[in-house]
T-cell receptor
């Protein structure tokens, strides 16, 4: 089925380790997003990419980097993981141009930093 | 920044009951969106509202865009067990080069034991 695919689904890291969360969409969407979800906090935007070749900071970008590898793929990197980055991470995409109906979310990556 | 206040934070439902939740803000918005998140999944769009006073239904769900443009309501009629999950309100933030979604903290619906 068409949609947004995130890998891995689960990950445990030690403090200071690095890792990259992968996201790919097969809907030919222009815009892609990374959110984090913490209990009682809703979803907060980390970074987004309005189109291939551009990235912008969201509400909580500190400690993260992103790469829009091509139109399909948008990765999120933690260079030196901290316990405060324990969270569920969601990738989303939409056609762009303010397309409200087109936000499609992946099923999430559950990250624990010990 | 723009904050969305959702209430209640959580509620327990019994099958067949009607459910109401709302979202408020100190800022005026041009859109209100309601999403549902099932356990272990990402959010899915339920209803989108585009103008003040608009009332839109999607099956047993009805949402309204408040006249003041600072609030929105979501009602679920005759609830069923699969209604459990977290419901989020959201609006589009058009700052910067591209609109992105700003979410409330969610209302968690659970089944009464």
């Amino acid at each position: 089925n068409a949609g947004v695919t995130q890998t891995p689904k689960f990950q445990v890291l030690k403090t200071g380790q690095s890792m990259t969360l992968q996201c790919a969409q097969d809907m030919n969407h222009n815009s892609m997003y990374w959110y984090r979800q913490d209990p009682g906090m809703g979803l907060r935007l980390i970074y987004y990419s309005a189109s291939e070749g551009t990235t912008d900071k969201g509400e909580v970008p500190n400690g993260y980097n992103v790469s829009r590898l091509n139109k399909r793929e948008f990765s999120l990197r933690l260079e030196s993981a901290a316990p405060s980055q324990t969270s569920v991470y969601f990738c989303a995409s939409n056609p762009g141009g303010g397309g409200l109906y087109g936000y499609t979310f992946g099923s999430g990556t559950r990250l624990t930093v010990v | 920044g723009q904050q969305l206040n959702q209430s209640p934070q959580s509620m327990f439902i019994q099958e067949g009951e009607d459910v109401s939740m709302n979202c408020t803000s100190s800022s005026i918005f041009n859109t209100w969106l309601w999403y549902k998140q099932d356990p272990g999944e990402g959010p899915v769009l339920l209803i989108a509202l585009y103008k003040a006073g608009e009332l839109t239904s999607n099956g047993r769900l009805t949402a309204q865009f408040g006249i003041t443009r600072k609030d929105s309501f979501l009602n679920i009629s005759a609830s069923i067990p699969s209604d459990v999950g977290i419901y989020f309100c959201a609006h589009m933030n058009y700052g910067g080069s591209q609109g992105n979604l700003i979410f409330g903290k969610g209302t968690k619906l659970s089944v009464k034991p």
